[in-house]
């Protein structure tokens, strides 16, 4: 069985600084796929990564980064200098790799709260 | 504008009584998803369809039905037998043109039973 764990559940930072979200997985699939989204305030989930189980190789998008660890079973996404606009949940998810439409695990997700 | 719309935003319940949520997209994805979401918890999967006119169960899917009639609708019926099922649901489609494997996901419906 897949399982997604989002320890931290609420953490709180002041604008500008940085801060990672740790997201632990655990599967039997030696290919699978990674995700993060993000939900603000409005509900609705945001697509922002997905990463597959033969790429290690770290991503950054602008302010954001994402470290893949296989060997940990890691995938933590780093927000650099926060800002108000990042306050949301954020949900890591894996999902299989039976080819298109898999199902997706979701983590509980972690409240961000960035003040100015 | 291609995306997934999902109404009623907001949706309130007698007990006893069925409400059917919507949930279309013209993003021509062959698969659709509905998932409850409770409040400090992840999202669970109620049903799923990944072509027209088929759908299978997912983790919590008593109380519930749906039906995939179009590849652009997936409509969630929340029976009177779901026993707690003020919540909010989302709607979520994949498949190609954009990746395959990625999830995209409509506002959200809450409903409350009142």
């Known amino acids: 069985a897949q399982k997604v764990t989002q320890a931290q559940t609420e953490i709180s930072v002041v604008e500008k600084e940085d801060v990672t979200l740790d997201c632990v997985y655990e599967?039997?699939?030696?290919?699978?796929?990674l995700f993060w989204y993000k939900q603000p305030p409005s509900g609705e989930l945001v697509f922002l990564i997905r990463r597959n189980s033969f790429d290690e190789q770290n991503e950054i998008s602008g302010r954001y980064s994402w470290n893949f660890q296989k060997s940990t079973s890691s995938f933590n996404f780093t927000i650099t200098a926060s800002q108000v606009v990042d306050s949301a949940v954020y949900f890591c998810?894996?999902?299989?790799?039976?080819?298109?439409?898999?199902?997706?695990?979701f983590g509980k997700g972690i409240t961000l709260s960035v003040r100015p | 504008d291609g995306g997934i719309t999902q109404s009623p935003k907001y949706l309130f319940r007698k007990e006893g009584q069925n409400v059917t949520l919507s949930c279309e997209q013209n993003l021509n994805h062959d698969a659709m998803y509905w998932y409850r979401q409770d409040p400090g918890q992840g999202l669970r999967l109620i049903y799923y369809s990944q072509i027209v006119n088929d759908f299978q169960k997912g983790d919590i899917a008593e109380g519930y039905s749906v039906s995939r009639e179009k590849k652009e609708s997936f409509p969630l019926t929340v029976t009177s037998a779901q026993k707690n099922p003020t919540a909010f649901y989302l709607c979520?489609?994949?498949?190609?043109?954009?990746?395959?494997?990625?999830?995209?996901f409509g506002p959200g419906t809450r409903l409350t039973v009142l």
């Open positions: 599967t039997r699939d030696t290919t699978y796929y």
């Open positions: 998810a894996l999902s299989d790799f039976t080819g298109a439409n898999s199902k997706l695990t």
């Open positions: 979520a489609s994949s498949g190609p043109p954009l990746s395959a494997d990625t999830q995209y």
